[in-house]
Protein backbone atom coordinates (compact mmCIF):
# COMPACT_ATOMS: atom_id res chain seq x y z
CA UNK A 1 0.00 0.00 0.00
CA UNK A 2 0.57 3.87 -0.71
CA UNK A 3 0.14 5.09 2.86
CA UNK A 4 0.56 8.82 3.14
CA UNK A 5 1.59 10.23 6.20
CA UNK A 6 1.23 13.73 8.13
CA UNK A 7 2.67 13.97 11.42
CA UNK A 8 0.98 15.63 14.07
CA UNK A 9 2.05 19.27 15.28
CA UNK A 10 0.98 18.93 18.67
CA UNK A 11 2.46 15.77 20.09
CA UNK A 12 1.12 14.32 23.46
CA UNK A 13 2.66 14.04 27.25
CA UNK A 14 2.54 10.33 27.51
CA UNK A 15 0.58 9.33 30.35
CA UNK A 16 1.91 7.41 33.63
CA UNK A 17 2.37 3.92 32.72
CA UNK A 18 1.19 2.76 36.60
CA UNK A 19 -2.13 4.27 36.42
CA UNK A 20 -3.04 3.79 32.70
CA UNK A 21 -6.30 2.20 33.10
CA UNK A 22 -8.04 0.88 30.19
CA UNK A 23 -9.06 2.80 27.04
CA UNK A 24 -8.76 6.25 28.23
CA UNK A 25 -5.74 7.52 26.33
CA UNK A 26 -4.87 7.95 22.68
CA UNK A 27 -1.57 8.23 20.76
CA UNK A 28 -1.03 11.01 18.37
CA UNK A 29 -2.03 9.40 15.15
CA UNK A 30 -4.44 7.25 13.58
CA UNK A 31 -4.75 5.45 9.78
CA UNK A 32 -7.38 5.57 8.19
CA UNK A 33 -8.89 4.55 4.46
CA UNK A 34 -11.48 4.90 2.47
CA UNK A 35 -13.64 2.73 -0.01
CA UNK A 36 -16.55 3.86 -2.62
CA UNK A 37 -17.79 1.17 -4.66
CA UNK A 38 -15.92 2.59 -8.40
CA UNK A 39 -12.72 2.56 -6.38
CA UNK A 40 -12.60 0.08 -3.64
CA UNK A 41 -10.43 0.38 -0.15
CA UNK A 42 -8.09 3.20 -1.33
CA UNK A 43 -6.20 6.29 0.51
CA UNK A 44 -4.71 4.79 3.05
CA UNK A 45 -3.12 7.68 5.54
CA UNK A 46 -1.50 7.95 9.02
CA UNK A 47 -3.09 11.52 10.49
CA UNK A 48 -3.09 12.81 13.70
CA UNK A 49 -5.88 11.34 16.01
CA UNK A 50 -8.46 14.09 16.22
CA UNK A 51 -12.53 13.85 15.38
CA UNK A 52 -14.33 13.08 12.52
CA UNK A 53 -16.44 14.69 9.73
CA UNK A 54 -19.51 13.19 9.51
CA UNK A 55 -23.01 13.52 7.65
CA UNK A 56 -25.96 13.59 10.08
CA UNK A 57 -27.82 11.07 7.43
CA UNK A 58 -24.28 9.05 7.75
CA UNK A 59 -25.98 5.14 7.38
CA UNK A 60 -24.11 4.09 10.50
CA UNK A 61 -25.43 6.85 12.44
CA UNK A 62 -29.33 5.22 11.40
CA UNK A 63 -28.41 1.36 10.50
CA UNK A 64 -25.30 0.28 12.58
CA UNK A 65 -23.30 -0.79 9.75
CA UNK A 66 -19.95 -0.96 11.50
CA UNK A 67 -17.68 -4.02 12.87
CA UNK A 68 -14.58 -3.75 14.77
CA UNK A 69 -11.30 -6.10 15.75
CA UNK A 70 -9.56 -5.81 19.15
CA UNK A 71 -6.17 -7.23 19.42
CA UNK A 72 -2.65 -5.42 21.27
CA UNK A 73 1.18 -5.04 20.50
CA UNK A 74 3.88 -5.84 23.34
CA UNK A 75 6.99 -4.55 24.13
CA UNK A 76 9.88 -7.59 24.70
CA UNK A 77 12.24 -7.84 27.30
CA UNK A 78 14.98 -7.05 24.44
CA UNK A 79 12.67 -4.04 23.97
CA UNK A 80 11.32 -5.83 20.30
CA UNK A 81 7.92 -4.99 19.42
CA UNK A 82 5.62 -7.93 19.08
CA UNK A 83 1.86 -8.61 17.69
CA UNK A 84 0.08 -12.33 19.11
CA UNK A 85 -1.66 -13.89 16.02
CA UNK A 86 -2.55 -10.89 14.31
CA UNK A 87 -3.72 -12.81 11.10
CA UNK A 88 -7.08 -14.16 13.18
CA UNK A 89 -7.89 -10.75 13.62
CA UNK A 90 -7.79 -9.80 9.81
CA UNK A 91 -10.05 -13.27 9.44
CA UNK A 92 -12.61 -12.59 12.40
CA UNK A 93 -12.54 -9.04 10.85
CA UNK A 94 -13.97 -10.76 7.13
CA UNK A 95 -15.78 -12.80 8.89
CA UNK A 96 -17.84 -10.12 10.74
CA UNK A 97 -17.90 -7.56 7.56
CA UNK A 98 -19.35 -10.84 5.38
CA UNK A 99 -22.22 -11.34 7.73
CA UNK A 100 -22.86 -6.89 7.82
CA UNK A 101 -22.67 -6.52 4.36
CA UNK A 102 -19.17 -4.54 4.13
CA UNK A 103 -16.30 -4.63 2.24
CA UNK A 104 -13.76 -6.64 2.89
CA UNK A 105 -10.03 -5.50 3.74
CA UNK A 106 -7.42 -8.36 2.84
CA UNK A 107 -5.45 -10.14 5.55
CA UNK A 108 -2.04 -8.79 4.07
CA UNK A 109 -3.45 -5.23 3.75
CA UNK A 110 -5.02 -5.25 6.74
CA UNK A 111 -1.68 -6.29 8.68
CA UNK A 112 0.49 -3.93 6.50
CA UNK A 113 -1.90 -1.20 7.73
CA UNK A 114 -1.41 -2.45 11.61
CA UNK A 115 2.10 -2.65 10.98
CA UNK A 116 2.47 0.84 9.53
CA UNK A 117 0.66 2.79 12.47
CA UNK A 118 2.82 1.38 14.97
CA UNK A 119 5.77 2.22 13.40
CA UNK A 120 5.10 5.55 13.69
CA UNK A 121 3.60 5.26 17.21
CA UNK A 122 6.12 2.65 18.33
CA UNK A 123 7.25 5.25 21.47
CA UNK A 124 3.90 4.63 23.27
CA UNK A 125 4.08 1.18 23.84
CA UNK A 126 4.47 0.91 27.41
CA UNK A 127 7.36 -0.49 29.34
CA UNK A 128 5.88 -1.71 32.81
CA UNK A 129 4.51 -5.40 33.10
CA UNK A 130 1.39 -6.39 32.46
CA UNK A 131 0.90 -3.30 30.64
CA UNK A 132 0.51 -3.04 26.41
CA UNK A 133 -0.67 -0.93 23.32
CA UNK A 134 -4.28 -1.71 22.73
CA UNK A 135 -5.13 -1.97 18.59
CA UNK A 136 -8.69 -0.84 17.97
CA UNK A 137 -8.89 -1.09 14.07
CA UNK A 138 -12.85 -0.77 12.58
CA UNK A 139 -15.44 -0.22 10.04
CA UNK A 140 -18.24 1.96 9.60
CA UNK A 141 -20.59 3.16 6.81
CA UNK A 142 -19.87 6.83 5.56
CA UNK A 143 -22.69 6.26 2.85
CA UNK A 144 -24.97 10.14 3.07
CA UNK A 145 -28.39 8.24 3.00
CA UNK A 146 -31.94 7.18 5.04
CA UNK A 147 -32.92 4.49 3.73
CA UNK A 148 -32.02 0.97 4.16
CA UNK A 149 -30.05 -0.87 1.37
CA UNK A 150 -26.41 -1.97 0.99
CA UNK A 151 -24.38 0.66 1.14
CA UNK A 152 -21.27 1.79 -0.81
CA UNK A 153 -18.89 3.99 0.77
CA UNK A 154 -16.85 2.59 3.88
CA UNK A 155 -14.35 4.27 6.30
CA UNK A 156 -11.67 1.87 7.81
CA UNK A 157 -9.87 3.50 11.09
CA UNK A 158 -7.20 2.06 13.43
CA UNK A 159 -6.43 3.81 17.26
CA UNK A 160 -4.03 2.54 19.60
CA UNK A 161 -3.98 3.26 23.58
CA UNK A 162 -1.68 2.27 25.83
CA UNK A 163 -3.79 0.30 28.50
CA UNK A 164 -2.91 -2.07 31.63
CA UNK A 165 -5.39 -4.55 33.25
CA UNK A 166 -9.11 -4.31 31.67
CA UNK A 167 -10.66 -5.22 35.15
CA UNK A 168 -9.88 -3.46 38.89
CA UNK A 169 -9.63 -6.44 40.16
CA UNK A 170 -7.17 -7.27 38.18
CA UNK A 171 -5.97 -11.13 37.38
CA UNK A 172 -8.13 -11.81 40.52
CA UNK A 173 -11.27 -13.40 40.51
CA UNK A 174 -14.43 -11.80 39.43
CA UNK A 175 -18.09 -12.02 40.21
CA UNK A 176 -19.79 -13.22 37.14
CA UNK A 177 -23.90 -12.78 37.30
CA UNK A 178 -25.92 -15.19 35.39
CA UNK A 179 -28.76 -13.70 33.14
CA UNK A 180 -31.80 -15.52 32.77
CA UNK A 181 -34.13 -13.29 31.02
CA UNK A 182 -32.54 -10.92 28.04
CA UNK A 183 -30.57 -12.50 25.04
CA UNK A 184 -27.54 -10.86 23.93
CA UNK A 185 -27.66 -13.49 20.91
CA UNK A 186 -29.39 -16.10 18.65
CA UNK A 187 -29.11 -18.52 16.26
CA UNK A 188 -28.82 -17.05 12.41
CA UNK A 189 -28.25 -13.28 13.70
CA UNK A 190 -24.86 -11.71 14.55
CA UNK A 191 -23.89 -13.32 17.67
CA UNK A 192 -20.58 -14.86 16.10
CA UNK A 193 -19.35 -10.91 14.49
CA UNK A 194 -17.76 -8.25 16.49
CA UNK A 195 -20.26 -5.69 15.47
CA UNK A 196 -21.07 -3.03 18.36
CA UNK A 197 -24.78 -3.97 17.96
CA UNK A 198 -23.78 -7.05 19.55
CA UNK A 199 -22.65 -5.17 23.13
CA UNK A 200 -25.04 -2.50 22.27
CA UNK A 201 -28.16 -5.04 23.13
CA UNK A 202 -25.80 -6.64 26.09
CA UNK A 203 -25.45 -2.99 28.02
CA UNK A 204 -29.02 -3.49 29.90
CA UNK A 205 -27.97 -6.59 31.59
CA UNK A 206 -24.66 -5.60 32.61
CA UNK A 207 -25.79 -2.21 34.26
CA UNK A 208 -28.49 -4.35 36.13
CA UNK A 209 -25.63 -6.46 37.16
CA UNK A 210 -23.38 -4.52 38.10
CA UNK A 211 -25.92 -2.58 40.32
CA UNK A 212 -25.89 -6.15 41.93
CA UNK A 213 -22.14 -6.00 42.74
CA UNK A 214 -21.41 -8.18 39.61
CA UNK A 215 -18.50 -7.11 37.71
CA UNK A 216 -19.72 -9.42 34.28
CA UNK A 217 -22.83 -11.23 32.62
CA UNK A 218 -22.75 -15.32 31.53
CA UNK A 219 -25.14 -15.73 28.88
CA UNK A 220 -27.32 -18.21 28.01
CA UNK A 221 -28.70 -19.03 24.82
CA UNK A 222 -31.31 -17.13 22.88
CA UNK A 223 -33.71 -20.07 22.66
CA UNK A 224 -34.31 -22.08 25.62
CA UNK A 225 -31.95 -19.53 28.01
CA UNK A 226 -30.30 -23.11 29.06
CA UNK A 227 -27.14 -23.53 27.89
CA UNK A 228 -24.14 -21.48 28.76
CA UNK A 229 -22.80 -19.35 26.20
CA UNK A 230 -20.16 -16.66 26.68
CA UNK A 231 -19.33 -13.62 29.20
CA UNK A 232 -19.88 -9.93 27.74
CA UNK A 233 -16.73 -9.30 27.02
CA UNK A 234 -15.17 -12.47 27.19
CA UNK A 235 -15.39 -16.32 26.37
CA UNK A 236 -16.07 -18.62 29.13
CA UNK A 237 -14.47 -22.31 30.31
CA UNK A 238 -15.08 -24.33 33.05
CA UNK A 239 -13.04 -26.93 34.60
CA UNK A 240 -15.17 -29.85 35.89
CA UNK A 241 -13.38 -33.68 37.54
CA UNK A 242 -10.72 -32.37 35.17
CA UNK A 243 -12.44 -32.10 32.61
CA UNK A 244 -12.52 -28.25 30.46
CA UNK A 245 -16.09 -27.07 28.95
CA UNK A 246 -16.58 -24.43 26.64
CA UNK A 247 -19.33 -23.72 24.22
CA UNK A 248 -18.90 -24.49 20.77
CA UNK A 249 -18.43 -21.64 17.98
CA UNK A 250 -21.55 -22.63 16.46
CA UNK A 251 -22.89 -19.15 15.27
CA UNK A 252 -23.99 -17.28 18.60
CA UNK A 253 -20.45 -17.74 20.38
CA UNK A 254 -17.54 -14.95 19.42
CA UNK A 255 -14.41 -17.02 17.99
CA UNK A 256 -12.07 -15.51 20.39
CA UNK A 257 -7.95 -15.66 19.76
CA UNK A 258 -7.64 -16.25 23.43
CA UNK A 259 -10.12 -18.77 24.13
CA UNK A 260 -8.37 -20.74 21.04
CA UNK A 261 -4.33 -19.96 22.56
CA UNK A 262 -5.79 -21.59 25.83
CA UNK A 263 -7.75 -24.31 24.14
CA UNK A 264 -4.54 -25.48 22.22
CA UNK A 265 -2.45 -24.89 25.00
CA UNK A 266 -4.63 -27.17 27.48
CA UNK A 267 -4.74 -29.87 25.15
CA UNK A 268 -0.79 -30.06 24.71
CA UNK A 269 -1.24 -29.95 28.55
CA UNK A 270 -3.04 -33.80 28.28
CA UNK A 271 -6.25 -31.94 29.33
CA UNK A 272 -9.55 -33.11 27.57
CA UNK A 273 -11.28 -30.08 26.24
CA UNK A 274 -15.16 -30.28 25.73
CA UNK A 275 -16.60 -27.97 23.21
CA UNK A 276 -20.28 -28.37 23.37
CA UNK A 277 -23.12 -27.46 24.79
CA UNK A 278 -24.09 -27.57 28.24
CA UNK A 279 -26.41 -26.04 30.73
CA UNK A 280 -26.22 -23.99 33.58
CA UNK A 281 -27.78 -26.29 35.68
CA UNK A 282 -25.02 -28.55 35.14
CA UNK A 283 -22.38 -26.22 36.25
CA UNK A 284 -24.73 -25.02 39.24
CA UNK A 285 -24.60 -28.55 40.14
CA UNK A 286 -21.14 -28.78 39.55
CA UNK A 287 -20.78 -25.94 41.96
CA UNK A 288 -22.80 -27.42 44.88
CA UNK A 289 -21.33 -30.81 44.31
CA UNK A 290 -17.61 -29.08 44.49
CA UNK A 291 -16.82 -30.54 40.99
CA UNK A 292 -16.54 -27.23 39.42
CA UNK A 293 -12.81 -27.10 40.08
CA UNK A 294 -11.90 -23.48 38.39
CA UNK A 295 -14.03 -21.18 35.70
CA UNK A 296 -12.50 -18.55 33.75
CA UNK A 297 -13.04 -16.33 31.24
CA UNK A 298 -10.89 -15.78 28.22
CA UNK A 299 -10.40 -12.74 25.82
CA UNK A 300 -7.89 -9.92 24.31
CA UNK A 301 -8.27 -7.52 26.63
CA UNK A 302 -8.20 -8.87 30.32
CA UNK A 303 -6.65 -12.42 28.80
CA UNK A 304 -7.00 -15.08 31.88
CA UNK A 305 -10.01 -13.40 34.05
CA UNK A 306 -10.74 -16.18 37.04
CA UNK A 307 -14.43 -16.67 37.93
CA UNK A 308 -15.00 -16.59 41.16
CA UNK A 309 -18.38 -16.46 41.78
CA UNK A 310 -21.55 -17.49 39.89
CA UNK A 311 -25.24 -15.90 40.85
CA UNK A 312 -28.30 -17.80 39.22
CA UNK A 313 -31.98 -17.50 40.04
CA UNK A 314 -31.18 -16.60 43.52
CA UNK A 315 -28.20 -19.12 44.50
CA UNK A 316 -24.62 -18.68 44.16
CA UNK A 317 -21.76 -20.53 43.49
CA UNK A 318 -17.97 -19.97 45.20
CA UNK A 319 -15.66 -21.68 42.92
CA UNK A 320 -12.27 -22.66 44.46
CA UNK A 321 -12.47 -20.83 47.75
CA UNK A 322 -12.98 -17.75 45.54
CA UNK A 323 -9.13 -17.95 44.60
CA UNK A 324 -7.64 -17.83 41.56
CA UNK A 325 -7.35 -21.69 40.36
CA UNK A 326 -4.00 -23.75 39.19
CA UNK A 327 -5.16 -24.15 35.70
CA UNK A 328 -6.01 -20.73 35.48
CA UNK A 329 -2.98 -19.15 36.63
CA UNK A 330 -0.37 -21.34 34.56
CA UNK A 331 -3.01 -20.65 31.62
CA UNK A 332 -2.29 -16.96 32.42
CA UNK A 333 1.46 -17.01 32.83
CA UNK A 334 2.12 -19.40 29.98
CA UNK A 335 -0.13 -16.56 27.74
CA UNK A 336 1.46 -13.48 28.74
CA UNK A 337 4.91 -14.82 28.84
CA UNK A 338 4.34 -16.18 25.14
CA UNK A 339 2.98 -12.36 24.66
CA UNK A 340 5.49 -10.31 26.36
CA UNK A 341 8.48 -12.25 24.41
CA UNK A 342 9.50 -13.69 28.24
CA UNK A 343 9.67 -17.37 27.13
CA UNK A 344 9.50 -19.65 24.16
CA UNK A 345 6.14 -19.57 21.32
CA UNK A 346 5.94 -23.24 20.57
CA UNK A 347 2.92 -22.10 18.43
CA UNK A 348 4.67 -19.97 16.23
CA UNK A 349 1.71 -17.04 17.47
CA UNK A 350 3.25 -14.04 17.37
CA UNK A 351 5.44 -11.69 14.73
CA UNK A 352 7.91 -9.29 15.40
CA UNK A 353 7.27 -5.33 13.94
Known sequence: MNIKFEKSNNLKTKPDENNLGFGKYFTDHMLTMDYTNEKGWHNAKIVPYGPLSLSPASFVLHYAQEVFEGMKAYRTPDNN???????????????SCERLCIPKISEDVFLEAINS???????????????????RPFIFSTEQTVGLHAAGNFKFIVILCPVGNYYPEGVNPVKIYVEDQLVRASKGGTGFTKCGGNYAASMLAQVQAQEKGYTQVLWLDGEKRKYVEEVGSMNALFKIDGKIYTSPIDGTVLPGVTRDSCIKLLKSWGYEVAEEHFSIDFIMEAGRTGKLEEAFGTGTAAVISPIGELFYKGETVIINNFKTGEVTQKLYNTLTDIQWGKTEDPFNWTQKL
Open 81 to 95: IQLFRPEMNARRLQS
Open 117 to 135: LLEVEQDWIPHLEGTSLYI
